[in-house]
Nanobody, 124 residues
Framework: QVQLVESGGGSVQAGGSLRLSCAASGRRFSSYAMGWFRQAPGKEREFVAAISWGGGVTYYADSVKGRFTISRDNVKNTVYLQMNSLKPEDTADYYC?????????????????WGQGTQVTVSS
């Protein structure tokens, strides 16, 4: 089993940057693909980015491509989401998730473990 704890959220003006972290506890972190999702008020949770277990393959939603970067450190059991050029529409609760059986996917149902989320607010 994997426990996930997100951090790094906050309030920032449009055009600014934030780096989210997701610390994992439990064994076999390096064997899990990891993903970031977000959920804005009144909307469904949506895919943001994913990374394969080794970090060699990454996937992004079109809405964040070129602005966000997902990475991982398997020694520190941590996955990151660097968010640059933030827009008000990026405002949401951000969640990290672990996929124990794949190489990374945008499909929410494929993820086995979820963190509690961290809030990001981008003001114009």
């Amino acid at each position: 089993q994997v426990q996930l704890v997100e951090s790094g959220g906050g309030s920032v003006q449009a055009g600014g940057s934030l780096r989210l972290s997701c610390a994992a506890s439990g064994r076999r972190f390096s064997s899990y693909a990891m993903g970031w999702f977000r959920q804005a008020p009144g909307k469904e949770r949506e895919f943001v980015a994913a990374i394969s277990w080794g970090g060699g393959v990454t996937y992004y939603a079109d809405s964040v491509k070129g602005r966000f970067t997902i990475s991982r450190d398997n020694v520190k059991n941590t996955v990151y989401l660097q968010m640059n050029s933030l827009k008000p529409e990026d405002t949401a609760d951000y969640y990290c998730a672990a996929d124990g059986y794949g190489s990374g996917t945008s499909i929410l149902a494929e993820y086995d473990y979820w963190g509690q989320g961290t809030q990001v607010t981008v003001s114009s």
